[in-house]
């Protein structure tokens, strides 16, 4: 590193790409790994028509929306794009998310409930019960590691009637050949963490968001961790690498 | 930063993105400047025909082809797309690279004669003298800064014919109101550093380059530097912001 290297100004990165997305560029960003690898993105994604969905996600992120029913909370909801689909539907989704920016171009492009802050500070403000969370674009790795997806199964536990369901998708880490993402799963397993636990920072121009854990599971890892906060597996659809996974009170 | 965090291994980050477009991909990789400031490249516009270039690069770009002639070193050559047009017109250039993956790329493409290295090491080579030298993309910038540019002038100068020129293009700095960079030229003055003279490193998936000086002058800067080291420059298009400079011996 030169003397002069700097870290980035803290802030809202991920926000601050989605604004200028909503304002017509394409907020393209970066997502950093704690191994040095980058990946970017182009914001522009997340503002696609449900029918053109195909192009950038997943084909079974819009099946989802026919898996849910009733109150729905959508967790991390980036700019969204599933709330919006879900009210089109004629439901009253509320869109959850813990970056500013999202939470504001959620609003401005129609979404009439959102919160901003994490599930824990909203299941807090006891609203009432929820028939279902939607943690889609593979929101499911909020879940951040092992260890602490107990306290987020156990939160949207509360926030959800007795039958409520988690629908939500996830990417299987090893449906990967490339040596940069095996070498990072080795260097996991060698510190004592689940193979598809990422530490990851989002970047956009001068702005670095929080290092936040991102865990990628296969099926089966989604399994074991559900059953010990309570909930069962009860559908997956075959990893591509992304799945959708359906979870029901045990 | 997390613990965990590490630097990105050392490598040709640029090199490895222009392989990947080449190969099909779209090798979209990060600029990172060391104020934590990042921008991001899509390689596939380094592998544009000339009637497409305006799509992605200044005007000026093509017209940089009709101001050469005779024996032509491309400095800087990228993927190759200047050697390429002038070898459809005839000529017979150098594509000189410090990047082995450009160099390797600019031979898969076609460019008959190319150098991997410095223009130090080049002119190190005693290699026949040219009539000009083509620094396009905003090579000038490769300058690197206000006391550095002396030495890649005399060498260009070494290179060159006594009445040979160099053709370059670059970004005149003050053009902007991006109060990101604005702050970044305010930081350069307080450390005594030309406002425009950016410290930067190419990102591609697991690598980094090396950290390399990139300096960005008006046209007047660019006089004032010219002509200390012997060199005037001789004509100039408008600024916006990129701009195409003529160099002559003084």
Same mark, same amino acid.
């Given at each position: 590193m030169p003397d002069s290297a700097v870290e980035p100004r803290l802030g809202d990165a991920f926000g601050a790409a989605l604004l200028d997305a909503f304002a017509g560029g394409r907020g393209t960003h970066v997502t950093e790994r704690d191994d040095g690898f980058v990946d970017v993105m182009d914001a522009t994604m997340y503002f696609l028509e449900p029918d053109l969905w195909s192009d950038a996600w997943p084909g079974h992120?819009?099946? $989802?929306?026919?898996?849910?029913?009733?109150?729905?909370?959508?967790?991390? $909801?980036?700019?969204?794009?599933?709330?919006?689909?879900?009210?089109?539907?004629?439901?009253?989704?509320? *869109?959850l998310d813990v970056s +500013?920016?999202?939470?504001?171009?959620?609003?401005?492009?129609?979404?009439?409930?959102?919160?901003?802050?994490?599930?824990?500070?909203? *299941?807090?403000?006891?609203?009432? %019960?929820?028939?279902? $969370?939607?943690?889609?674009?593979n929101n499911l790795s909020l879940?951040?590691?092992?260890?602490?997806?107990?306290?987020?199964?156990?939160?949207?536990?509360? %926030?959800?009637? +007795?039958?409520?369901?988690?629908?939500? $998708?996830?990417?299987? +880490?090893?449906?990967?050949?490339? +040596?940069?993402?095996l070498a990072y799963h080795q260097q996991n397993r060698e510190r004592g963490?689940?193979?598809?636990?990422?530490?990851?920072?989002?970047?956009?121009?001068? %702005? *670095?968001?929080?290092?936040?854990?991102?865990?990628?599971?296969?099926?089966?890892?989604?399994a074991v961790i559900a059953d010990r906060a309570g909930w069962r597996l009860d559908d997956v659809t075959d990893p591509d690498p992304s799945y959708l996974a359906v979870l029901r009170p045990a």
């Open positions: 992120d819009e099946a $989802a929306l026919d898996l849910v029913h009733g109150r729905i909370l959508d967790v991390g $909801a980036g700019a969204g794009r599933h709330s919006l689909a879900l009210q089109t539907r004629g439901h009253e989704p509320v *869109a +500013p920016g999202a939470v504001e171009v959620c609003r401005r492009r129609g979404v009439r409930h959102t919160f901003l802050g994490s599930i824990e500070e909203f *299941a807090d403000s006891d609203p009432p %019960l929820f028939d279902a $969370a939607v943690l889609m674009g879940l951040g590691s092992p260890e602490r997806s107990g306290s987020m199964l156990g939160t949207l536990r509360r %926030l959800l009637h +007795p039958a409520g369901t988690i629908v939500g $998708a996830c990417l299987d +880490p090893y449906l990967t050949d490339d +040596p940069v993402h963490r689940s193979p598809g636990q990422l530490t990851l920072r989002v970047r956009y121009r001068g %702005l *670095a968001g929080d290092w936040f854990d991102w865990l990628l599971m296969s099926p089966d890892e989604l």
